[in-house]
């Protein structure tokens, strides 16, 4: 317990491959994803993770089929407002990232609720990332700065890691240890690319609506497996770990 990633990331994939084997739409497979949801952040929680970021819809998710993005949205906006009361019974405070002013005005609306209703809670961070990818994050980030060298309140000199990531979406939250993609596929997929440096990658066969609290915990005990070095060698970690 005293070696838990206080981030994970979760690219939550295989949704339409698991409808699929059951001679079901996409929207169904979609539909047992968010129990899947429900299951995995009860479990996170449980643990004490600090911060969950689940990749919930990407804005290349826009060019699916109409009726799967309709679905999708109606969808999202009913489980906002079934889930808000178990947020806050958990003490779970939601989070979002992405380009909002895509998402339908009943999304927005919603979306707005939850996080002033659970804007008071103080246990795990939920950060949901809608209509969201990295590129439109970093575009969005030099368009700021490069706004902000020009009237005079960023010195182009002094730009440095720190702060551009002052102008990612992600500037209140720490970057994952720990990332985990569903479903057997080995991509990231548009997702963090600058804050996923330095994670811990993980990838599992397991489709999402079929991964619960337990897969989780393997892949943090996976997580736990490794040595973390961050360009330094093992004999310096190892020294620094017993210093410490």
């Given amino acids: 317990m005293q070696r838990l990633p206080s981030h994970i990331a979760i690219i939550m994939d295989g949704n339409g491959r698991w409808a699929r084997e059951k001679g079901e739409d996409r929207l ?5 994803g968010v129990e899947s949801v429900r299951n995995v952040v009860e479990g996170a929680a449980e643990l004490g993770i600090k911060y969950m970021t689940l990749y919930a819809f990407s804005t290349e998710n826009w ?3 109409e009726y799967e993005v309709s679905g999708l949205m109606e969808l999202l906006v009913d489980t906002i407002h079934k889930e ?7 003490n779970i405070r939601l989070h979002v990232i992405g380009d909002i002013a ?5 999304a927005k609306i919603e979306l707005k609720e939850a996080l002033n209703e659970t804007s008071t809670n103080t246990g795990l961070n939920l950060i949901m990332a809608l209509s969201y990818s990295s590129r439109w994050e970093i575009v ?3 368009k700021k700065i490069a706004a902000d060298v020009k009237e ?6 002094a730009i440095s890691q720190d702060t551009i990531k002052q ?7 720490p970057d994952p240890e720990l990332m985990i993609r569903t479903s057997g596929e080995y991509r990231i997929s548009n997702f963090l690319l600058y804050q996923l440096a330095y994670s811990e990658l993980y990838f599992t066969n397991t489709l999402w609506p079929d991964f619960r ?3 989780l915990y393997e892949a943090i005990l996976d997580y736990q497996g490794r040595q973390r070095r961050f360009g330094k060698t093992g004999e310096q970690i190892k020294n620094e770990e017993a210093a410490g």
């Fill in 102 to 106: 895509m998402l339908p005005e009943a």
């Fill in 28 to 32: 169904y497979g979609h539909l047992h």
């Fill in 213 to 215: 609290k337990e897969n």
């Fill in 152 to 157: 005079g309140k960023l010195d182009a000199a």
């Fill in 140 to 142: 969005n980030a030099v």
């Fill in 167 to 173: 102008y990612l979406a992600t500037c209140n939250f």
């Fill in 63 to 65: 060019d699916r089929p």
């Fill in 84 to 90: 808000v009361p178990t947020l806050n019974k958990n």
